[in-house]
């Protein structure tokens, strides 16, 4: 299973767009990435999830470079509610046995 | 998106007793379901994964013993906390895999938050 690294935290305003990075190093090649957001006390909510090049929802966008060796979650124009933590999955191909969570970032969105 | 529900959202016991919680799939089947546990200010670790109509698989270092997985259906899993005690306190949380959408996608049960006096 592909390991990822995230940056632990991140502070960010109102208004501004964030942009979190995860590396995946040694993603595999049937490997998908997918970003889960978690607020306290709730299970993870499916945010985004991508292979290759952007893909873009109404929530995010996910930018993943030809390598796939990373990937940038994209949020435009945060609010408050966006505070929550961010992880960074790797795998959730068909046929994967399970996912292993990472750290993740706590994202705190500053009035 | 799919709906993965969790019950009880939370529960207080006494130690020494046995809790049952429980993971369904709203609107999907899931051949396969995962148990997770979380400390506060932690990240999920996965307790094992729940395959239906076979043998749970258990992480390195949770006890098959003291929690139990039945994985009745396609659409409900059960983690049962046996002889619970203070430090099996935690946020337990289930999730399913939608195996009939291409990329298998795991949705996520709301949580139950467990305490143990």
């Known amino acids: 299973l592909a390991k990822t690294t995230q940056p632990i935290s991140m502070d960010s305003y109102e208004g501004q767009e964030v942009n979190i990075t995860c590396s995946h190093n040694?993603?595999?090649?049937?490997?998908?990435i997918t970003w889960y957001q978690q607020f306290p006390s709730q299970g993870p909510r499916f945010i985004i999830q991508?292979?290759?090049t952007k893909v873009t929802n109404e929530v995010a966008s996910l930018f993943i470079p030809a390598d796939r060796k990373s990937s940038t979650l994209s949020l435009p124009r945060v609010s408050l509610s966006d505070t929550a933590v961010y992880y960074c999955?790797?795998?959730?191909?068909?046929?994967?046995?399970?996912?292993?969570f990472g750290k993740g970032t706590r994202l705190h969105i500053l009035p | 998106g799919a709906v993965v529900s969790q019950h009880p959202s939370r529960v207080i016991c006494k130690s020494g007793t046995s809790v049952k919680i429980e993971c369904r799939s709203l609107?999907?089947?899931?051949?396969?379901m995962f148990w997770y546990r979380q400390f506060p200010k932690q990240s999920l670790m996965l307790m094992a994964t729940?395959?239906?109509?076979?043998?749970?698989?258990?992480e390195q270092g949770v006890e098959k013993d003291k929690f139990l997985i039945n994985h009745a259906s396609l659409t409900l899993s059960t983690l049962t906390v046996t002889s619970a005690h203070p430090e099996d306190s935690s946020f337990y949380i289930c999730?399913?895999?939608?195996?009939?959408?291409?990329?298998?996608?795991?949705?996520f049960g709301p949580g139950t938050r467990l305490t143990v006096l």
């Open positions: 999730s399913a895999r939608d195996s009939q959408r291409g990329t298998d996608t795991q949705y």
């Open positions: 040694n993603i595999a090649t049937n490997d998908y």
């Open positions: 991508g292979y290759k």
């Open positions: 999955l790797v795998g959730d191909a068909p046929g994967d046995d399970k996912i292993i």
């Open positions: 609107d999907f089947q899931a051949t396969t």
């Open positions: 729940s395959n239906e109509g076979s043998k749970a698989t258990y």
